[in-house]
């Protein structure tokens, strides 16, 4: 069997009072693209963080590639590439230069510019490549900051809300690059709070609530065995029977989604309607998202 890309072995964090992780256990093969996901406070940062040997565990062990991330800290390092959630970077380097010395710190030297060159390409940072880092606007330190991430070519690459605050245009960019570097063989772990990325990006998903993980299936799982099916109503004139709204997700200018447990409910739904004499102009069964699951598995923190 291959080394795993990432092992996490039983790990604890805490801050003073606070369990930040309470015994995260999981393993991530070498190729797969995997979701961290998990509202505000689960514990996905603490977690990298700790995989980028920033932060130590209370108790247990991370290993990237085979390498245990205290005890090898260069070895286990050197696997990883990381995008951290918060823009932080040099500001006396243009964005070349920055990524030449990033990859520098990890022993590369100029047989690796090709590499920083086909970074800065993927990332549309051509026109900027020589713009001093304070000068990009919050976007192109973004696309900066995750090309300073790769800069020394790294087997695995862990996004943390790299989609945070970024342009339509830059997603699909990023999103499409991504996919490229991970079908050449790069695993990739991302979190993120816009869940439909993580629904067609990922093929398995963890979803992290108050330090622990609560689900971890492939995406495809999830979705067929923690969520139903959703029906939206548009109805003429703008109420919803009493009777339906325990199972209202969310309506808005008369049209209304449901969430469905089963598919007798849609009669159920249909009957109330009738009763109240409400018209309906749209009736549509959609299929649940990963945020249905999501809501049912960690909302309501
Ligand atoms: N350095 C620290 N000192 C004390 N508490 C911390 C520290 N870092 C994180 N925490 C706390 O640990 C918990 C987990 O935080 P973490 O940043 O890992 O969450 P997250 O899942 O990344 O959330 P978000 O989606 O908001 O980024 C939070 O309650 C946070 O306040
Ligand atoms: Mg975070």
């Known amino acids: 069997m291959k080394t795993p890309a990432i092992q996490i072995h039983d790990v604890h964090k805490q801050f003073g009072q606070l369990n930040a992780l309470n015994g995260i256990d999981l393993s991530i093969e070498q190729g797969e693209f995997f979701a961290l996901l998990g509202p505000n406070g689960a514990g996905k940062s603490t977690l990298i963080n700790i995989m980028a040997g920033l932060l130590r565990p209370t108790i247990g062990h991370v290993s990237i590639m085979g390498h245990d991330v205290i005890a090898d800290y ?5 696997a990883l590439g990381v995008v951290p959630q918060e823009l932080v ?34 990332l549309g940072l051509t026109d900027k490549a020589h713009t001093n880092m304070r000068k990009l606007s919050g976007g192109m330190k973004r696309r900066a900051l995750i090309a300073q991430a ?28 991504i996919k490229q570097l991970n079908r ?26 108050q330090g622990k993980i609560v689900a971890l299936d492939t995406t495809a799982n999830l979705l067929k065995s923690h969520a139903g099916k959703n029906l939206r109503l548009t109805l003429k004139g703008a109420h919803l029977p009493p009777a339906l709204l325990p199972m209202l997700k969310h309506g808005e200018l008369g049209v209304f989604t449901l969430a469905l447990s089963d598919l007798t409910q849609v009669e159920f739904a249909l009957a109330e309607l009738r009763k109240a004499n409400v018209d309906i102009e749209d009736m549509q069964l959609i299929e649940a998202d990963l945020e249905d699951v999501f809501m049912s598995l960690v909302g309501g923190v």
Do not use: S
């Open 89 to 122: 970077f040099d500001p006396f380097f243009n964005v070349r230069e920055m990524l030449r010395f990033q990859a520098g710190y990890f022993g590369h030297g100029p047989e690796n510019d090709a590499w920083v060159d086909q970074v800065i390409e993927g």
């Open 150 to 177: 790769l800069a020394h070519r790294p087997p695995v690459i862990v996004l943390d809300e790299p989609t945070a605050g970024v342009d339509v245009e830059l997603r699909q960019m990023l999103w499409g690059f």
């Open 74 to 78: 260069q070895q286990a390092r050197m």
């Open 184 to 209: 050449e063989g790069h695993t990739i772990i991302l979190t993120t709070h816009y869940l439909e990325e993580a629904e067609t990006l990922c093929e398995r998903v963890a979803m992290m609530k």
